[in-house]
């Protein structure tokens, strides 16, 4: 054997991370993210078992048990750890489902709203013009109307149930998608890769799809989050108002209007499904800022 072969075969090969192992690697690096994710992932798994978790049914009523304190209380029992409500219905069990509707209620909203957002918010990045102009004025039109006082009108004016809460919300959270979605996508417009898909004759719904989407895809993720966050805590709003989610449905925001009476002396019936609701959205929000750090790091502050 020669001495170059020797010395060919002592090199070390050098194997490099592909950048979807970068990525991953900076989430796992990411505390926040993953404080999140651990969250997010044990309330939709709360959710998805809630029939084998619940110890009781969250409808039923006994008013004999009624207003029962939670374990750590004077009265407290197993047999009601987080205690019973005003109807005496199970507090954990109606906090079980109510993830739920919490889930349900963020997930389709965004899915409403974030698709008329990025649909907007592309078309009018990429033509620009009068198509820009046209959308730009919706957009301000929308920017310009107090929200909540919008949809507490239309729920007040339509009727009030969770169908009608979800589409209410998700046709009036769609601005802040399609302003972000447009200016990234005016970003990407210029970039030499669309040039060229344009110069070859691709199709323009093809460079939407292929070439600009993907690439705002981290933007999109990052609006969703706060957007999904910004739902929930709307839903909560109307639902203590009593123009939200109705009973006897176990909405966190319902149970928080329904224990408002009691809150002076039965404090932990306010405290627990506010105490839900905080974690949710921290748990979003957390989730969106570590998506947004390790996707763009050159933009964390």
Known sequence: M???????ADVDVVVRPTPRQQLFARFKEHRGFQIGLFILIA??????????????????????IRLTDPIWGTNGSWAHPLGTDGLGRDYLSRMIYGSRIALIIGFSTIAISGLIGTILGITAGYFGGKVDAVIS???LNRLSLPLILVALAVVASVGNSLFIVIMVLGFLLWDRFAV??????????????VAAAEVLGTRTPRILYKDIFPNI?????????????????????????????????????LMVSEANKFMFFKAWMVTIP????????????????????????????
Request: aromatic content about 8%.
């Open 2 to 8: 020669t001495n170059d072969s020797k010395n060919s």
């Open 43 to 64: 309330i939709i798994l709360m959710a998805i078992f809630a029939p084998f978790l619940a110890p009781h049914d969250p409808y039923t009523q006994n008013l004999s």
């Open 137 to 139: 004025f919706f957009i």
């Open 180 to 193: 972000v979605m447009r200016s990234a996508t005016m970003q990407i417009r210029n970039m030499e890769y």
């Open 217 to 253: 895809v981290n933007q999109l993720i990052v609006v969703a989050t706060l957007e999904m966050a910004h739902a929930i805590l709307l839903e909560a709003a109307m639902s203590f108002l009593g123009l939200g989610v109705q009973p006897p449905l176990p909405s966190w925001g």
């Open 274 to 301: 506010g105490s839900a609701i905080f974690l949710l959205v921290l748990a979003i929000n957390l989730i969106g800022d570590g998506v947004r750090d390790v996707a763009t790091p050159e933009g964390r502050n």
